[in-house]
């Protein structure tokens, strides 16, 4: 089963005979029946259903978005700029004040604000054009019908999962669903576990008869130092993948276990850091056989 990573994999692709891709297939081994389908919302991927809906390029908004977000942090900078100038010169005519109340102190007091005004409207302009231009709104529009395609393409999706549950003919006892993000209920078929991901964190729990397991969070980067080496650097530093993974135990009578793992994390030779992850860093030398 195939999750928002797999975007580049064929649906069709052969992981060798032990192997079998769940998408709208009902596997049997060893008494169960497993059923799934690949991909999600976050990226479909070759999903048939959503290629058919959205196209091979779906619009995506993320190149716009990230010059707006430059726009607009460079427009709070500037702000924060102006404000500041604008307190000192007030605080300067302040001082140089006799009353308040002289004309010529309202006026002079007018002209600051109006300049603040207008030095302000200034720096809003790269980021007022970005937003207000004609290829911001044509793809605001497009992500925006892309958006309902999406939420179409994730109802077919489970519709057509239980037609396949439906069909295999087997047992709620037997059923065992599979999907990269979790599925409602409704389209399980009475199913007695239902598996998934992609909100990262372990979770087990029973749902109208189902037993709900997010076998996630498989990933879990943590920054070590050396551990004999006094005096070191980021540069000394690698990573360990700190993540877990879960053991479900099935036999005649259904689920004996679940149990949540986590993988190794300890090594002689590394340190661990305290709430610091430094992204980027190669893996640590024990655990290049896994990359």
Same mark, same amino acid.
């Given at each position: 089963?195939?999750?928002?990573? !797999?975007?580049?994999?064929?649906?069709? %692709?052969?992981?060798?005979?032990?192997?079998?891709?769940?998408?709208?297939?009902?596997?049997?081994? +060893? &008494?169960?029946?497993?059923?799934?389908?690949?991909?999600?919302?976050?990226?479909? &991927?070759?999903?048939?259903?959503?290629? +058919?809906? %959205? &196209?091979?390029?779906?619009?995506?908004?993320?190149?716009?978005?990230?010059?707006?977000?430059?726009?607009?942090? !460079?427009?709070? #900078?500037? =702000?924060?700029?102006?404000?500041?100038?604008?307190? *000192?010169?007030?605080?300067?005519?302040?001082?140089?004040?006799?009353?308040?109340?002289?004309?010529?102190?309202?006026? @002079?007091? =007018?002209?600051?604000? /109006?300049? @603040?005004?207008?030095? $302000?409207? +200034?720096?809003?302009?790269?980021?007022?054009?970005?937003?207000?231009?004609?290829?911001?709104?044509?793809?605001?529009?497009?992500?925006?019908?892309?958006?309902?395609?999406?939420? !179409?393409?994730?109802? %077919?999706?489970? /519709?057509?999962?239980?037609?396949?549950? @439906?069909?295999?003919?087997?047992?709620?006892?037997?059923?065992? $669903?599979?999907?990269?993000? *979790?599925?409602?209920?409704?389209?399980?078929?009475?199913?007695?576990?239902?598996?998934?991901?992609? #909100?990262?964190?372990?979770?087990?729990?029973?749902?109208? &008869?189902? #037993?709900?397991?997010?076998?996630?969070?498989?990933?879990?980067?943590?920054?070590?130092?050396?551990?004999?080496?006094?005096?070191?650097?980021?540069?000394?530093? *690698?990573?360990?993948n700190g993540g877990n993974?879960?053991?479900? /135990?099935?036999?005649?009578?259904? $689920?004996?276990?679940?149990?949540?793992?986590a993988v190794q994390r /300890?090594?002689?030779?590394?340190?661990?850091?305290?709430?610091?992850?430094? +992204?980027?860093?190669?893996? $640590?030398?024990?655990?290049?056989?896994?990359?």
């Open positions: 089963m195939y999750g928002n990573w !797999e975007d580049s994999l064929d649906y069709d %692709l052969s992981f060798g005979t032990s192997a079998r891709h769940l998408h709208m297939n009902a596997v049997e081994h +060893e &008494g169960f029946v497993f059923v799934g389908y690949s991909g999600c919302p976050a990226n479909w &991927g070759f999903n048939p259903i959503a290629s +058919e809906l %959205l &196209g091979e390029k779906p619009v995506r908004m993320k190149p716009i978005a990230a010059d707006l977000e430059a726009a607009f942090l !460079e427009y709070r #900078r500037k =702000k924060t700029q102006i404000d500041r100038k604008h307190e *000192r010169a007030l605080a300067r005519l302040n001082a140089s004040t006799v009353s308040r109340r002289d004309t010529s102190y309202r006026q @002079q007091l =007018k002209t600051l604000i /109006e300049k @603040q005004k207008s030095e $302000i409207a +200034e720096a809003k302009k790269p980021m007022a054009g970005i937003s207000s231009s004609a290829k911001f709104s044509r793809l605001h529009a497009d992500t925006q019908k892309t958006s309902g395609l999406k939420r !179409e393409v994730l109802r %077919l999706n489970r /519709e057509r999962l239980l037609e396949t549950i @439906q069909q295999s003919g087997a047992a709620n006892h037997q059923l065992v $669903i599979v999907t990269h993000e *979790r599925t409602p209920w409704r389209y399980l078929g009475h199913a007695s576990l239902h598996m998934f991901g992609h #909100r990262h964190g372990f979770s087990d729990h029973i749902y109208k &008869g189902t #037993r709900y397991l997010n076998v996630s969070v498989l990933d879990d980067p943590i920054t070590a130092r050396p551990r004999n080496k006094r005096r070191w650097s980021y540069e000394d530093c *690698r990573n360990i993974y879960v053991i479900v /135990e099935m036999g005649c009578s259904g $689920i004996e276990a679940v149990k949540s793992v /300890e090594y002689e030779e590394w340190a661990p850091l305290k709430n610091r992850f430094v +992204e980027g860093l190669e893996c $640590i030398p024990e655990e290049k056989i896994y990359v």
